[in-house]
């Protein structure tokens, strides 16, 4: 069982900033990859990154690619989602989740936060 809690949400200005962390419990972290998932009002849950176990591999989805960035701390158990640049389409719940491999489909996570919303103002 892994316990995934997202925080870092909140509501800033169009060009703004935030940074979410995801806090994960378990003593295998780092076998683990870890997604970032958005979902705004009306709409389907969309991949946004995702990165694997050891930090080396990162994905991106083109709505953020060169905005956003995803990192790791093993030792901290937890995954980070830069956000630089935001824009108002970017608000949305975030969810974090684990799964086996990285993926772009939130079907291969089968542990999910319980989200942090982010909302840009324009």
């Known amino acids: 069982q892994v316990q995934l809690v997202e925080s870092g949400g909140g509501l800033v200005h169009a060009g703004g900033s935030l940074r979410l962390s995801c806090a994960a419990s378990?003593?295998?972290?780092?076998?683990?990859?870890m997604g970032w998932f958005r979902q705004a009002p009306g709409k389907e849950r969309e991949f946004v990154s995702a990165?694997?176990?050891?930090?080396?591999?990162?994905y991106y989805a083109d709505s953020v690619k060169g905005r956003f960035t995803i990192s790791r701390d093993n030792a901290k158990n937890t995954v980070y989602l830069q956000m630089n640049s935001l824009k108002p389409d970017d608000t949305a719940v975030y969810y974090c989740?684990?799964?086996?491999?990285?993926?772009?489909?939130?079907?291969?996570?089968?542990?999910w936060g319980q989200g942090t919303q982010v909302t840009v103002s324009s």
């Open positions: 989740g684990s799964g086996p491999w990285t993926s772009y489909s939130a079907t291969h996570y089968n542990y």
């Open positions: 990165i694997n176990g050891q930090g080396r591999t990162t």
């Open positions: 378990g003593r295998t972290f780092s076998s683990y990859a």
